[in-house]
Nanobody, 128 residues
Framework: QVQLVESGGGSVQPGGSLRLSCAGS????????TGWFRQAPGKEREGVSC????????AYADSVQGRFTISRDNGKNTVYLQMHSLKPEDTGAYYC?????????????????????WGQGTQVTVSS
């Protein structure tokens, strides 16, 4: 059974940091491109960052470039999203997702349709 479980969310003040984890079970996560997405109340879900299956390629939304870093630990079957300098506009439910395409090994993209399996999400709240 394919399962993705996110953790690490919480409430922080602006300027703070959090590290989100996406743990895969029932399948080897490093066979898939993995993405992080977020959804704020009343807004559409948007791509935040992704990493190719090899880990050699990453992508970031402009709004988080330079503040967030995605990485994977294949030994733990986990993908991380390190978030620094958090802003109130980073608030939302964060989801990880996996997908496999012909280019997953060397490229990832932030389109929602690129991903097939999704976790249940973890809440991030940035507020003073």
């Amino acid at each position: 059974q394919v399962q993705l479980v996110e953790s690490g969310g919480g409430s922080v003040q602006p300027g703070g940091s959090l590290r989100l984890s996406c743990a895969g079970s029932g399948f080897p996560l490093d066979r898939y491109a993995t993405g992080w997405f977020r959804q704020a109340p009343g807004k559409e879900r948007e791509g935040v960052s992704c990493i190719s299956s090899s880990g050699g390629s990453t992508a970031y939304a402009d709004s988080v470039q330079g503040r967030f870093t995605i990485s994977r630990d294949n030994g733990k079957n986990t993908v991380y999203l390190q978030m620094h300098s958090l802003k109130p506009e980073d608030t939302g439910a964060y989801y990880c997702a996996t997908g496999i395409t012909s280019y997953s090994d060397y490229e990832c993209r932030l389109g929602l349709f690129e991903y097939d399996d999704w976790g249940q999400g973890t809440q991030v709240t940035v507020s003073s």
